[in-house]
């Protein structure tokens, strides 16, 4: 069974102090890594797709890093408007050829006081 | 606009009552994805469809019908509603092994 836990649960940083997300997983062949960002009342909004170990995505402020255990996702310099819950997913290999499902991990809920 | 819109946003019915929750996307993506999200559980997926006409069961489905007879629509159908059922439900769609992009949710009371 696929599994991925989020760590933190909740994480309060001050403007411009700078930290990681981590996500952690289990998964029998993965093929890919997805992070998405969630504010209140609103549906995910996606944001990477890490495919293999080593690999990395930037988004302006956002770095997301890829182990074969784990995931990362770096905050640097972070504004209040990047306060929001994080969550990752992941998609076993067996899916590319099914249902394309994901598996979410619980989400870390960010907020960051200005 | 292009996108995934859920109708409607807010919904409360009584236990025993059928509500059916509406998702229409204009991407024409094949596959569509019902969620639900709980405290301490996250997203879990309810049923998918990779096209129209084929529907499959997620990890938690009793108590939930979905149709596709249609590529962008995807309804889901709550027959019995029960108090366990109060949640926020998502849709979502994609193309194969593609990102899968969310509406904005419908949050369900059910007294």
């Known amino acids: 069974e696929d599994q991925v836990t989020q760590s933190p649960e909740a994480l309060r940083l001050q403007e411009g102090e700078s930290s990681s997300l981590n996500c952690s997983y289990t998964?029998?062949?993965?093929?890919?890594l997805f992070w998405y960002r969630q504010d209140p009342g609103k549906g995910p909004e996606f944001l990477f797709t890490?495919?293999?170990a080593g690999e990395e995505k930037e988004k302006e402020r956002l770095k997301a890093t890829l182990t074969k255990k784990e995931s990362f996702l770096h905050i640097t310099a972070p504004k209040p408007e990047d306060s929001a819950t994080y969550l990752c997913?992941?998609?076993?290999?067996?899916?590319?050829?099914?249902?394309?499902?994901?598996?979410f991990g619980e989400g870390t809920q960010l907020t960051v006081n200005p | 606009d292009a996108g995934i819109t859920q109708s409607p946003r807010y919904k409360i019915t009584e236990t025993g009552r059928q509500v059916t929750l509406m998702c229409h996307q204009t991407?024409?993506?094949?596959?569509m994805f019902w969620y639900r999200q709980d405290l301490g559980h996250g997203l879990r997926l309810i049923y998918y469809?990779?096209?129209?006409?084929?529907?499959d069961k997620g990890e938690v489905p009793d108590g939930y019908v979905v149709s596709r007879s249609k590529t962008e629509n995807f309804p889901l159908t709550l027959e019995s509603a029960t108090r366990s059922q109060t949640s926020v439900y998502f849709c979502?769609?994609?193309?194969?092994?593609?990102?899968?992009?969310f509406g904005d949710g419908t949050r369900l009371s059910i007294l």
């Open positions: 890490l495919y293999s």
């Open positions: 979502a769609s994609s193309d194969r092994n593609q990102p899968q992009h």
């Open positions: 998964v029998s062949g993965l093929r890919g």
């Open positions: 469809s990779a096209a129209a006409d084929i529907t």
């Open positions: 991407w024409s993506h094949s596959y």
């Open positions: 997913a992941v998609q076993a290999s067996r899916e590319e050829t099914s249902g394309s499902r994901l598996t």
